[in-house]
């Protein structure tokens, strides 16, 4: 009996890692890995710290404030926002103060709370985390119900977007969710991004150029819709444009406005969307086969001008009633210059103008592309502000503002420079959960955000989830005021270039209007 055991003991311990180890050897001679093929044993334990290595990194390695997309403090702040509604810190800021940047420009007398121009009347129903327990290895915390204000900007201050439409978009808030368009993320992240975004007030959700889900339109939220060179969910059977479907949509209540995607800052070459996200579902909607994989043009076939794009833009106001805006990416000022002197010329104006920074976001571009094309959002949306000024045009167009606008105090420069309103992609993806795994491509989101699977998107419940949307949103808010008080105005509609300064590597410190002062050409807004 002994002996038996012995030997089955053995076989465990020692023949079966023998087996394992020998089944890795022949297993090494398959593929084509020249390291693995060379040195078997080593190669695969490298090849298992190099799939490691981001994570790893992520957690313990990378330092707050370095890598991208977001930094480690960025990332944190975001999620304090939307759970704790709070982003206080202690000890001080791990900016490295020493480098060059933009920075706020205080007053010594700010103003007081009770000094705000903000719409506080109001208390809605709210509810965010507390903390019970928090370990080595678990966070006990619960949802705690309250009530909050939602720091609106005041009636008169509300921002108008196509004043001379038939039904003009009125937004009372400057901050809302990028263009996500359904396929890239799930149902799940379109319901709580839009719940959260109708009970926060004055903010908005983009459909992105996926078109319009039913889940859109559910969530009771001010929806931009955003229309693609793929022309997904306007377009007919042969795939040309279908005013016919725009009309349709034209007449949903909560569509606010259309969004016509000339660029995007990561990828000037036209949406992707892998085959595995294309269910059926999203395939309808898009009036594409199922499971195959999408790349859109890189531009509207039939709008080949500024000239043809704003015929195009007119249509559209006309034929919908409501604001048609478009969306650009900036690669140089001087590139302005046609679609500014075409909009006079034909005396033809898009409602407002999205400008996507280069540092933007994406489900799936090219490394190329998404490190170098296209000006970072600041020297982009100097630009066409400043065009805008020049030809005169500015009190006829809104300017909203993308890339990497996070937090109040990004959004306050923004504001600066001359955006009326911002938006945000990853913001709300981070609020609604997202670790910044880095598989939006593969539609094996872990946290359920850039996923249509449903087993994946279980990570992400929309009743829990829609609490943070809203939380982040109204903190957001929240910090934008107190900026405006300690810069001594009373709303951030008044932030100008004043009140951004610029501190170079040499220590010098200029106005951003001492760089870049507004042109004379009209006054303010």
Same mark, same amino acid.
């Given at each position: ?5 012995l030997?089955?003991l053995?076989?465990v ?11 890795? !050897? ?9 390291i ?10 490298r090849y298992?710290?190099e799939?490691?290595?981001?994570k ?34 202690s000890?001080g800021?791990?900016? &490295? ?15 007081l709370? &009770?000094e705000?121009?903000? &719409? ?11 903390? &019970? ?8 915390e ?23 439409r038939?039904?003009?978009? /009125? ?9 996500? %368009?359904?396929? %890239?993320? =799930?149902?799940?992240?379109i319901?709580? *991004?839009?719940h959260?975004?109708?009970?926060? =007030?004055?903010s908005?959700?983009?459909?992105g150029?996926?078109?319009v ?11 931009v819709s955003?229309i693609?060179?793929g022309?997904?969910?306007? !377009? ?13 949509k034209?007449?949903?209540? @909560?569509?606010?406005a259309?969004?016509?995607?000339f660029g995007?800052?990561?990828? +000037?070459?036209?949406?992707?969307? #892998?085959?595995?996200?294309v ?5 309808r +909607?898009?009036?594409? /086969?199922?499971g $195959?994989t ?22 559209l106001?006309? #034929?919908?009633?409501k ?8 690669g ?14 034909? $005396? ?5 103008? *999205?400008?996507?920074?280069?540092? =933007?976001? *994406?489900?799936? *571009?090219?490394k190329?592309?998404?490190d ?10 100097i630009?066409?502000v ?15 503002? %993308?890339g ?7 959004i ?16 709300? @993806? ?5 670790? @910044? ?14 996923t249509?699977d449903?087993?994946? $998107? ?19 808010r $929240? ?11 009373d ?19 200029k ?13 303010? /807004?």
């Amino acid at each position: 009996m002994l002996i038996t055991i012995l030997i089955i003991l053995l076989i465990v311990f020692i023949g079966g890692p023998l087996c394992f180890f020998f089944w890795l !050897r022949n297993l090494a001679k398959k593929p084509q890995h020249s390291i693995i093929r060379a040195y078997p044993y080593f190669g695969w334990i490298r090849y298992v710290l190099e799939m490691m290595g981001p994570k790893l990194r992520q957690y313990w390695f990378d330092s707050d404030n370095g890598t991208g997309p977001f930094s480690r403090a960025d990332y944190l702040g975001i999620v304090f926002s939307a759970k704790y509604r709070s982003d206080l810190l202690s000890f001080g800021s791990k900016r &490295d103060f020493e480098q060059p940047g933009y920075f706020i420009a205080n007053e010594i007398f700010p103003l007081l709370n &009770d000094e705000l121009k903000v &719409d506080n009347q109001e208390k809605v129903h709210a509810m965010k985390y507390k903390i &019970d327990h928090e370990g080595l290895f678990t966070r006990r915390e619960h949802l705690e119900e309250d009530e909050i204000t939602r720091w609106l900007f005041h009636e008169e201050d509300t921002i108008v977007v196509g004043r001379d439409r038939r039904e003009p978009w /009125r937004l009372r808030g400057p901050f809302g969710a990028s263009a996500t %368009s359904y396929g %890239s993320v =799930g149902e799940h992240y379109i319901l709580s *991004t839009g719940h959260g975004s109708r009970m926060a =007030g004055g903010s908005w959700i983009n459909t992105g150029e996926g078109g319009v889900a039913p889940e859109h339109l559910e969530s009771g939220a001010d929806v931009v819709s955003q229309i693609g060179p793929g022309l997904f969910g306007y !377009r007919d059977a042969e795939g040309r444009f279908s005013l016919a479907e725009f009309k349709t949509k034209a007449a949903e209540p @909560m569509i606010k406005a259309f969004e016509l995607k000339f660029g995007q800052g990561a990828k +000037i070459r036209g949406g992707h969307l #892998e085959g595995a996200k294309v269910t059926a579902k999203v395939a309808r +909607i898009r009036k594409v /086969r199922e499971g $195959q994989t999408i790349n859109s043009p890189n531009r509207f076939s039939f709008l080949r001008n500024a000239a043809e794009a704003l015929q195009f833009i007119k249509t559209l106001q006309e #034929e919908g009633g409501k604001p048609v805006g478009m969306k650009i990416v900036v690669g140089h000022h001087s590139k302005l210059d046609e679609l500014f002197e075409t909009m006079n010329r034909l $005396q033809i104006y898009p409602d407002f103008i *999205t400008v996507d920074g280069g540092e =933007g976001g *994406t489900g799936a *571009t090219f490394k190329s592309m998404a490190d170098s094309m296209g000006l970072p959002l600041y020297p982009a949306l100097i630009a066409v502000v400043d065009k805008a000024y020049v030809y005169g045009v500015r009190r006829k167009v809104k300017i909203f503002a %993308s890339g990497k606008l996070i937090s109040a105090d990004k959004i306050a420069i923004a504001l600066g420079i001359g955006a009326d309103a911002v938006n945000s992609a990853r913001g709300f @993806m981070i609020a609604n959960g997202c670790i @910044m795994a880095l598989q939006c491509h593969t539609g094996k989101c872990p946290a359920g955000v850039t996923t249509t699977d449903p087993k994946h $998107q279980e990570a992400l419940v929309p009743e829990e989830k829609k609490w943070r949307v809203m939380n982040y949103i109204i903190n957001v808010r $929240q910090g934008l005021f107190a900026l405006a008080a300690a810069c001594g105005i009373d709303t951030p509609k008044k932030f100008t270039r004043d009140h951004i300064v610029f501190k170079a590597s040499d220590g010098q410190v200029k106005r951003l209007s001492e760089f870049f002062p507004l042109p004379e050409s009209e006054n303010l /807004r």
